[in-house]
């Protein structure tokens, strides 16, 4: 019974809720409106607070609380986690008010809403290079701002994604070896090396920086030892500069061992000539 009781009661609020809004909808007095959205925000009811907002920066675009109401629709579409549109609102917050009360705050969120939303590595990137545009920007806007740290932070978060992005590409260069004939020479050893150094140069300080060499050093060896007489020779020393390079960085590197064993497989060829 007690159960039931309170599901009424709880209906009836809700109807009571449901008909305030309809009346709210309803009015004609635009900073009353702006008012209960305010509220409506204030509460967590989001989508009713950007309906309403949605007229309110119609109407008072131009008017001293213009700015307020448009930076209040795109925290109320961040609110619902609708990253993307949040940040076409911060975004067009900070561009008509660009030396507006919220234009800082404005240009952080209208970033991180990109960043929320940037795809899996393995997907196209567009979404995170924009972020990663719009957190540039704003630190070298607002270097003094007290988000700057935590925008770098992010900023080199993206950085990492793309670096990772970039290593999948490597490793299935790499996987795929000779099955697929390419037209010049090299084929896909060749394409692994250059995507890894790339990467490396692009993103020099990537966590990924060790597997990046990895695989340039495993590359150019499968190259060395599939090439002509004529070219093996160069080819073996290449191999051995970058067995150097690899251990210079990483003398106790995860890959070590095993670069070392095949760096010895070079020497002895190396000996044969």
Do not use: W
């Not at 701002?145 to 925008?151: P, Q, T, Y």
């Not at 000779?178 to 037209?183: A, E, G, K, R, V």
């Amino acid at each position: 019974m007690k159960s039931k009781i309170a599901g009424i009661f709880l209906f009836s609020i809700l109807l009571v809720s449901c008909g305030e809004y309809n009346k709210v909808l309803k009015l004609t007095d635009i900073d009353q409106k702006f008012e209960y959205a305010k509220k409506y925000f204030d509460e967590g009811k989001f989508s009713r607070a950007a309906t309403l907002l949605e007229e309110v920066v119609q109407m008072r675009r131009a008017s001293s609380r213009g700015e307020e109401a448009l930076y209040l629709l795109a925290q109320s579409y961040y609110g619902m986690k609708d990253y993307l549109t949040a940040s076409e609102y911060f975004s067009s917050c900070y561009k008509s008010y660009p030396k507006g009360e919220y234009a800082e705050l404005a240009r952080y969120y209208s970033a991180y809403g990109l960043f929320l939303e940037s795809p899996d590595p393995r997907l196209d990137q567009t979404q995170t290079y924009k972020a990663m545009e719009q957190f540039q920007d704003f630190t070298e806007l607002y270097p003094q701002s007290e988000r700057k740290e935590e925008a770098q932070k992010v900023l080199f978060d993206l950085q990492e994604k793309l670096a990772l992005k970039e290593l999948l590409t490597v490793r299935l260069y790499y996987n795929l070896g000779n099955y697929l004939i390419y037209s010049f020479p090299g084929g896909n050893y060749l394409s692994c090396v250059i995507t890894a150094q790339n990467a490396v140069r692009l993103y020099p300080f990537t966590k990924y920086r060790e597997e990046f060499m990895y695989y340039t050093f495993k590359s150019k060896y499968e190259m060395a030892m599939q090439s002509v007489d004529e070219k093996k020779d160069f080819r073996y020393r290449d191999v051995m500069d970058e067995y150097y390079s690899y251990v210079n960085e990483y003398p106790e590197g995860k890959y070590e061992k095993e670069i070392k064993h095949l760096c010895q497989n070079v020497e002895k060829e190396l000996k044969q000539k």
